[in-house]
């Protein structure tokens, strides 16, 4: 049977540096770590984990629950939190709730009886049901992209009514006026603090953002596409459009395409996450971007640190927000944004 200690002369290391890349008690540099994983995959060597968890009652494993792992900003997430994870020796389970709270409930159930060591979760909404199962079960948890202010946890977030402003002030800049937002669902919490932002930089500019002008989808492609289509039914004549996030503005900008409209050239689309499809689109997706990375660190040093016990209050990571501008955005005089209101064509939008 391989040991640890042939492991270590495979890699031409010591047994005890064998031990902190596995287990990850100490930083090793990354040749290091290369090497060490090199040998243990030729050598076939596989640690016991279960007998090391016993003994230390840990089982080196991390809980992570996304609302939609077809969404790539989600997607990233859990890429950077697993491959982060791995390296300080963590093994991730991956939970896609779909956006089911019954799925949700059900994964939380399976972690707490894998007696995972600590879970990140992205909830499928604002209801904290399922949050104070997992702090009743005194299991370290970090919650990301959803505010929950009234429970006692850690907290990785994005200033989203920041990001709502930026785009607000963007269009408007660009001389837009009549405009139109695709909200999120009601549940997603960081949906009401882009609207509020959206809103903010349009009424400071003194642009009304009325209530036809304003339709939920589900954050989804294929919300994206019926949104606009309402959105243009509600409010005909509008010239740009701000998506809760780029799967959405996709989608919008797909459903506009085919239903003969021009973007950005009848109608201008900015989304929110800035995800790699958004820079692959014609034209590729002017966005707000979150910076997924950095979150998904933030979110594992935090619940790395509650694992150690780390005794301090509640934390709160506010990350900030930034404008990435491309092609599905165009400057519009007010003049034109006159006609546009007025045009025949803009009055019955040919729907796909």
Request: charged content about 25%; proline content about 5%.
């Amino acid at each position: 049977m391989t040991t640890m200690r042939d492991v270590a002369t495979h890699a031409g290391v010591s047994v005890s540096t064998v031990s902190h890349v596995i287990n990850g008690t100490r930083r090793v540099e990354p040749e290091t770590v290369e090497r060490v994983r090199e040998a243990i995959a030729t050598l076939g060597y596989r640690p016991n984990l279960i007998a090391r968890g016993l003994r230390r009652r840990e089982t080196r494993t991390i809980g992570l629950i996304v609302p939609d792992n077809s969404n790539p900003f989600f997607a990233d997430l859990a890429r950077v939190i697993e491959d982060r994870g791995f390296e300080r020796g963590y093994s991730v389970i991956l939970c896609n709730s779909d956006l089911s709270e019954v799925k949700e409930s059900t994964y939380v159930d399976v972690l707490l009886s894998k007696q995972v060591d600590g879970l990140v979760l992205i909830s499928s909404s604002n209801r904290p049901r399922q949050l104070r199962r997992v702090l009743s079960a005194r299991v370290p948890v970090v919650v990301v992209d959803r505010e929950f202010d009234a429970l006692p946890v850690d907290q990785v977030l994005v200033d989203n009514e920041e990001g709502g402003y930026l785009a607000g002030e963007y269009l408007v800049g660009l001389g837009h006026r009549r405009i139109g937002c695709i909200a999120g669902p009601r549940d997603a919490t960081p949906s009401a603090k882009r609207v509020a932002g959206f809103r903010r930089a349009l009424a400071e500019a003194g642009v009304d953002l009325p209530p036809e002008a304003v339709v939920r989808g589900d954050g989804r492609y294929e919300g994206g596409e019926s949104a606009i289509r309402e959105l243009l039914g509600r409010s005909p004549g509008l010239t740009a459009v701000f998506a809760y996030n780029d799967l959405m503005a996709i989608g919008a900008l797909g459903a506009l395409r085919r239903a003969g409209i021009s973007v950005p050239g009848d109608v201008s689309v900015i989304g929110f996450d800035d995800i790699q499809q958004a820079s692959a689109m014609v034209p590729s997706v002017t966005t707000i971007a979150q910076p997924a990375v950095e979150m998904a660190q933030a979110a594992l040093d935090l619940l790395l640190g509650r694992i150690r016990r780390v005794e301090e209050g509640p934390m709160k990571v506010v990350l900030h927000t930034w404008l990435v501008e491309r092609e599905s955005c165009r400057r519009i005089a007010q003049a034109q944004t006159e006609e546009v209101v007025t045009s025949p064509r803009a009055s019955n939008v040919p729907y796909p």
